[in-house]
């Protein structure tokens, strides 16, 4: 089974819109993380935002918040007021904290975001 | 200063030819990975060292060696390089095994074999 999912190849959304990104991740480990990453065409792994499983707030980076609902287990990302440099491939990944998988992060398959202007 | 690097950041090379790629971290953090990115930007973890001792093995052909000669550096050795292993390779590092924060990674090698 997947650890993450993203259901969605490509999104497209105008500048200043705001936009989702969808995440859905399995795990029965009670800790665990939860991680966006984005990928410009020029191939860096950019860090932009982390929830643990354990905190009780959304996370939030500047126009970054992290849409978490635990039930469902869903990690969305929220971009707010979008700008052409965040065309990129936003990646989400998941840590668990359980000795046999300790470690490693489990990334989606990405979803690749066009903003147009 | 760059935090992970990796060189080279372009390798080129023929089939069955052994390479390497190079990884140091300037964090002080004790845990370095290799991931591999394949042609459909999939990644996925190969190795990982906390403190110099492998800790992550994932069913990689055994032509990978990874090399941790202290805790600031990860190489990788390629033996006997096969057209399936051009992908892009990223170093990365994290404190306690990723359990304080996230991965930072480097920029990322591009193997092409030929």
């Known amino acids: 089974a997947q650890k993450i999912t993203q259901t969605q190849p490509g999104m497209f959304v105008q500048e200043k819109e705001a936009v989702t990104l969808d995440c859905t991740y399995d795990?029965?480990?009670?800790?665990?993380?939860l991680f966006w990453y984005k990928q410009p065409s020029s191939g860096e792994m950019i860090f932009l935002i982390y929830q643990g499983s354990y905190d009780q707030q959304n996370a939030t980076e500047g126009r970054y918040s992290l849409n978490f609902q635990k039930a469902r287990k869903s990690a969305n990302l929220v971009i707010s007021a979008s700008q052409l440099g965040d065309s990129a491939m936003y990646f989400c990944?998941?840590?668990?904290?359980?000795?046999?998988?300790?470690?490693?992060?489990?990334f989606g398959r990405g979803t690749q975001l066009t903003v147009w202007p | 200063d760059t935090a992970v690097s990796q060189t080279p950041k372009y390798l080129v090379t023929q089939m069955g030819n052994d390479k390497s790629i190079k990884c140091e971290q300037n964090?002080?953090?004790?845990?370095m990975y290799w991931y591999k990115q394949d042609s459909k930007k999939f990644l996925k973890i190969m190795f990982s060292?906390?403190?110099?001792?492998?800790?992550i093995n994932e069913t990689v052909p055994n032509r990978f060696s990874p090399k941790s000669p202290d805790k600031a550096h990860l190489n990788l050795h390629i033996n006997s390089l096969e057209l399936g292993d051009s992908a892009v390779y990223f170093c990365?590092?994290?404190?306690?095994?990723?359990?304080?924060?996230?991965?930072?990674f480097g920029e990322g090698s591009r193997l092409t074999v030929l």
């Open positions: 964090l002080g953090h004790d845990t």
């Open positions: 060292y906390n403190n110099k001792e492998l800790i």
């Open positions: 990944a998941m840590r668990e904290d359980r000795g046999s998988t300790l470690g490693r992060l489990y």
């Open positions: 795990t029965s480990d009670p800790s665990y993380g």
């Open positions: 990365a590092s994290s404190q306690d095994l990723g359990r304080s924060g996230e991965l930072f």
